[in-house]
């Protein structure tokens, strides 16, 4: 049981290439999420979807889009990637988007943007 | 606004020892706590969460945490320390109106031999 996975694992862009982000959950989980973690500032939220077909903003979403393609993958794009965009992103999956389920995250992808 | 808040970037403990971990938390409504653990090169993992009932939550490996309301306080807590237990720790909070969890900074926990 893979879980949640990520690729790629480490990519490096210069300012305004774009990119796309996989992400797949083999846990038959409704929600997924995308999160940024940056070093002193925990995890921010970027975008989530609570269910296929559904997609809304997090607290950090402009620079970035998601498609919730099927129920298991959840993709985020940088269009034109910029220097303050290099972070550590993880991708995350729950049952439901009820308050009292945990979140099963991927291993992440560090993402260096020159 | 809500906001979790870990004052502590660092935490370094000898092994044996008990350790905590300090949470406090600004939410309105009751609040959804949670701990999580993230070790080198890995996605983060839950380690237990409180949503009512006993202040006292005991989770994975050992770990438990004291919900205290008066002091909107999630200390993380383990009697005996292991050097696996190093590792960068997450405080988290959902409050009632919001869907999303808020992630505290997170504190390096570093266990010495």
């Known amino acids: 049981n893979a879980g949640v996975t990520q690729t790629p694992k480490f990519q490096v862009l210069k300012t305004g290439q774009s990119m796309t982000l996989q992400c797949a959950q083999d846990?038959?989980?409704?929600?997924m999420y995308w999160y940024r973690q940056d070093p002193g500032m925990g995890l921010r939220l970027i975008y989530y979807s609570a269910s296929e077909g559904t997609t809304d903003k997090g607290e950090v979403p402009n620079g970035y889009n998601v498609s919730r393609l099927n129920k298991r993958e959840f993709s985020l794009r940088l269009e034109s990637a910029a220097p303050s965009q290099t972070s550590v992103y993880f991708c995350a999956s729950s049952e439901t988007q009820n308050r009292n389920e945990k979140l099963f995250f991927g291993s992440g992808t560090q993402l260096s943007v020159l | 606004a809500q906001s979790v808040a870990q004052p502590e970037d660092q935490v370094n403990v000898a092994e044996g020892n008990p350790l905590t971990v300090k949470c406090t938390y600004s939410?309105?409504?009751?609040?959804?706590l949670f701990w999580y653990v993230q070790y080198p090169n890995r996605g983060l993992q839950f380690l237990l969460k409180y949503i009512t009932g006993d202040n006292l939550v005991k989770g994975s490996y050992g770990f438990e945490a004291e919900f205290n309301k008066s002091q909107t306080s999630f200390h993380l807590k383990k009697p005996s320390a292991l050097v696996s237990d190093s590792a960068l720790y997450f405080c988290?909070?959902?409050?009632?109106?919001?869907?999303?969890?808020?992630f505290g900074g997170g504190t390096r926990l570093m266990v010495k031999p």
């Open positions: 939410v309105s409504g009751n609040p959804y």
């Open positions: 846990m038959n989980h409704n929600s």
């Open positions: 988290a909070a959902y409050h009632n109106a919001g869907n999303m969890l808020t």
